[in-house]
């Protein structure tokens, strides 16, 4: 007969043994190299999926640090900076009336699956973009979105000059064209794949000409690449294989960093960069800062088009002391729109100084000594140009306080947020950019074209600044676009627009053994040239 | 029994629709254009309109739901406004990672649960209870995404037993049969592939199965201390059966069906759990695609997600039901 303290004694010896087991498991490595990263295979840790391996019909940032591994442009950005070298075009020329651009392209390159690379691919391409009639033009909920920001306007068509020689025709100037023409959106795709998988299939299936080859996407998980043997720049890659994982919780990214199934990743929160300082197996890169962020006034509300109240606000605000506590020590105070990375920059901007006494002045003498009450609005998400929103919100509404300006901090989703920027609902609120090429256009002609009074984001109506801009953009001399968009800047600055509050550089996180990932300004970095020590 | 099943299949139309109603209505009175997320930062107003034509956003509500009503009836639900993609082409290549990840949820679930009831039960008040119930506590009380991380920290970054994140290693190539990654290792007689995979699933199973444990674990004690308290309990034993067969056969059995009813109801805690787990874990199911969408406003795919988790969970429910025949022979349906 079985006892009643035996039949416990069974069950605690069960226990025991599925414990023993389930320890087991858990302190024997095992697979573990099933999911470390390797010597050979680099594993870039992304915080988000593409929605397309086809970059000319996607806007997503994820897409394109995929597609700037497979694919090339005619020409491309320097590692690290946003100057322009050769890529797929070896030398390039404008005619004197800016309207044709001849390219001369690189011989004996072919792409993945074979095509050879010539005029005639780079013809296919841009018809394939210009072109609605076009018989790969057409992609299923897709839209050549850049180009028709950066070029539709002004092209007309390309010539094949010669099978290394091709033309692009405009109709009007576009100076900004060769630093637009560096936009990943601009790849070249093989020819023969478009024949093969049309309009639509080239999304799921990339053939470029670039130093990977792809492998397999397998949705919100990872895209796979293999070395490209016949790359046109000898030695590269460097790594046989890369594989893109997406983690899209930063902090999750970050313990796969640490656990080093991953080599490198982006976008860490600040408070793992802290941590990745003091790892001994983990250092930082970054890329440079190419944002900035800025507070921006409804100039059409009948409190910020007072000048002095303007002013008032910018005084009050410690701009030193938000960048310093809240950039994690990776922010510099912005005095313009555009980042130190850019030409066409004003040399001496007038400067904002951060003085709470002159702030009061300015109030009583715009008839408000005793403040006033307004919505403070606060981006509800992370960007890199303000990378906490609410905290840095609630700094500055702290610094008006103390002024007496009593700002009612606000915010909403982000949809909504988009959407009432272009209502005149904020008075003031936050706003950035992060840019997209090296180009002045890309700034100052996204934010200052045009006057609209029923929109706070087009609130400024000063014709000379929309005239210099307009002008720049067809001018051929880019010391002549320099001094009209430095023009531009200065009466925005004068008549402070905006409040320039930070550029901010965007650090990346990787293991110790990793060389040669140089953080690129518009977040695509060049896999091609990262190896292990 | 089947025309009792029938006739609830049949009412399940009727929950849908309103389920569908109440959703549709819902997402569109957020605030917010999916319009402008979708085209984001670049907006134009001409690109806004464009896109809300292209996907009938300008039209009136009703119309807009009768759309959707006349499409869904036809197995389409619409296309998704991230990718583009056909919204069943997206959800079907994922159902698989959140059925595997489930399984392995319900199995840790009842296999802690259910024993740390009976042992609490079986002896009230020692430290084995107290005990027990202090695991169903944290377990109620631990948020799933800190206890996802903390898992993480302990078992990958500093142990380095388990991976941090995904269905199977980067290194490891597996032949899908039923693309449930560790039945198709052991399918495939590919062990490492096996191992591997089920290494992945045990940390998410764990996070997911953290609530449903405790549940079930202060469910089965309830329930057990009740039955152990029968006048039957006391016949058995005193006609000499020993306190482990007591326990199980006649106690378990009869405290069987409000668990089951508990388990049936924590279904929708799996799968709220999956969406954040599946996040935190990078887990490439259903939930981690729901979580994006509602970030993104991909109404298609979220009206979508609600009612494909909506009918799996009256589904669920349904055979819960149909189970308390086998488990009590004095029910009978009719």
Known sequence: MV?????????????????????????????????????????????GDGDSMDSPVSTNGETYEVTTQIFNLLVRAVPGKTDIEPD?????????????????????????????????????????????????????????????????????????????????????????????????????????????????????????TGPFKFVEWVRDDHVTMT????????????????????????????????????????????????????????????????????????????????PKIRQAIAAAINRQAIVQGLYAGYGEVATQHMPPTMWGRVASPPPITYDPAKAKQLLAEAGYPNGFSFDFWYIPVSRPYFPNGKEIGTAIASDLNKVGIRAHLQTEDWAVYLKDQKTTKFPLYMAGWIGDNGDPDDWLGFFFPKFDATSARWSYNNPAVFDLINKAKVENSQAKRAQMYAQAETYVLRDLRDIPIAHARVPLLMRKNVEGLIGQPDANEYMELVYFR | MARYIARRAVALLPILLGVSAV????????????????????????????????????????????????????????ESLDSHRNVLDEFVPRFPATIELTLGAITVALCLGIPIG??????????????????????????????????????????????????????????????????????????AAADDALRHLLLPSVTVGSIPTAIIARMTRASMLDALQQDYIRTARAKGVTGLTVVIRHGLRNALLPIVTVIGLQFGGFLTGAILTETIFSWPGVGRFMYDSILFRDYPVILAGILLFSLMFVLVNLVVDVLYAFLDPRIRYA
């Open chain 1, 3 to 47: 006892t009643a303290p035996q039949g416990w004694r069974r069950v605690a010896i069960s226990f025991g043994i599925v414990a023993a087991l389930i320890t087991g498991v858990l302190i024997v490595p095992g697979s573990v190299t099933g999911w470390a990263a390797g010597p050979t295979t680099f594993i870039w840790g992304k915080s």
């Open chain 1, 88 to 208: 797929l075009a070896t030398s390039w020329s404008v005619s004197p009336d800016g309207l044709t651009w001849t390219f001369k392209l690189r011989q004996g390159v072919t792409f993945h699956d074979g095509t050879p690379f010539n005029a005639e691919a780079v013809k296919t391409n841009f018809d394939r973009w210009a072109f609605k009639d076009n018989p790969y033009h057409e992609v299923k909920g897709g839209e050549y979105e850049y180009w028709g920001d950066f070029m539709a306007d002004s092209y007309k068509e390309s010539k094949v000059v010669d099978p290394y020689t091709v033309q692009l025709i405009l109709k009007q100037p576009n100076s900004p064209l060769l630093q637009n023409l560096t936009i990943i959106a601009f790849q070249m795709t093989s020819p023969a794949s478009l024949k093969q998988y049309g309009g639509t299939g080239v999304g799921t299936h990339p053939v470029g």
């Open chain 1, 227 to 306: 070395a490209n043997p016949t790359f046109f720049r000898k030695g590269l890659p460097k790594v046989q294989r890369l594989i893109m994982r997406v983690i899209k919780d930063n902090a999750a990214r970050f313990l796969a960093l640490k656990a080093g199934e991953i080599s490198a990743m982006e976008l860490p929160n600040t408070d793992d960069v802290k941590v990745a300082q003091n790892d001994p197996n983990l250092k930082i890169g970054f890329r440079p800062p190419f944002n900035t962020s800025w507070l921006r006034f409804n100039m059409t509300n009948s409190l910020m088009k007072d």
């Open chain 2, 23 to 78: 959703a549709f209505l819902m997402i569109h009175l957020l605030p917010g254009d999916p319009a402008t997320v979708y085209v984001g930062e670049h907006a134009t107003p001409g690109a806004i309109e464009r896109v809300q034509h292209e996907f009938g956003l300008d039209k009136p509500l009703p119309v807009q739901y009768g759309i959707y009503l006349w499409n869904a009836v036809r197995g389409n639900f619409g």
């Open chain 2, 118 to 191: 009976i042992m609490s039960a079986a002896k009230p008040n020692s430290i084995l209870d107290r005990f027990g119930m202090l695991v169903a506590l944290a377990g109620v009380s631990i948020p799933v995404f800190w206890l996802g991380l903390m898992l993480i920290y302990i078992f990958s970054v500093y142990i380095h037993a388990l991976p941090t994140s995904g269905q199977l290693g980067v290194n490891i190539s597996l032949v899908p049969v039923t693309h449930i990654d560790v039945l198709d290792g052991l399918l495939t007689a590919n062990w």
